[in-house]
């Protein structure tokens, strides 16, 4: 089975510009969340897409958005990038809600986003 | 407060150690992850617990639900070990949100 994989690795935006990321979870899965790591905040957490809807959400302002597909792919926009949104991305498929007892996350590579 | 506490922040040891990472957290959790992030970035997930103990390969997780505390072990120790160990909580108060310790930083030297 593959993994969950993630686009694009790297990604070097401008300030004020927007970006989003893809995620691909692992085939089944219907559950995708996404995190920020920074290297003063560690990792926080985004949101949670489960058969299309967003189930949570962590405590980042409306710039930051998802979707998800019917396939399970989800999205992940930043929209008017500041230098603090620099960060490793990383998303986490399931096959069930990550609420549900038992249910472990797989995470992808992560995409690396650097803001000038 | 939902809090996941980590320890120690950085661990050096020689191969073939025993090694032991830490991990506390404040209130009932529904589950704990443990992690292994290598230079890069990429994360894989060790281990999830919500009681007992858990073994694969060299690496033992433990979990005390009483106490709050959970154990991350890794016998025979090898340089190929040396990455970020992530401990993670899933809290029945906060939407099962994952609340992420801060990590403790492994390095195996040969």
């Known amino acids: 089975k593959a993994g969950v994989t993630q686009t694009p690795r790297y990604l070097i935006k401008t300030r004020g510009q927007q970006v989003t990321l893809s995620c691909s979870p692992i085939s089944g899965h219907r559950s995708v969340s996404w995190y920020q790591q920074t290297p003063g905040q560690g990792l926080q957490f985004l949101f949670e897409y489960f058969s299309e809807t967003q189930r949570n959400k962590g405590n980042f302002p409306g710039r930051f958005s998802g979707r998800q597909f019917s396939n399970s792919r989800s999205e992940m926009n930043v929209s008017t990038l500041e230098l603090g949104d620099s960060a490793l991305y990383l998303c986490?498929?399931?096959?069930?809600?990550?609420?549900?007892?038992?249910?472990?996350?797989?995470f992808g590579p992560g995409t690396r986003l650097t803001v000038l | 407060k939902n809090e996941v506490e980590q320890s120690p922040q950085n661990l050096t040891a020689q191969e073939g150690e025993f090694i032991t990472i830490n991990c506390s957290y404040s209130v009932g959790i529904s589950a704990l992850h443990w992690l292994q992030q290598h230079p890069g970035g990429g994360i894989v997930s060790l281990f999830m617990l919500s009681s007992g103990k858990k073994k694969h390969g060299r690496l033992i997780a433990t979990i005390n639900i009483q106490e709050k505390h959970s154990s991350l072990h890794i016998t025979a120790s090898h340089p190929r070990d040396s990455a970020v160990y992530i401990c993670a909580v899933s809290f029945m108060d906060s939407n099962y949100q994952l609340i992420w310790g801060a990590g403790t930083k492994l390095i195996i030297k040969p």
């Open positions: 986490a498929s399931s096959p069930h809600r990550t609420s549900d007892l038992g249910n472990e996350q797989f």
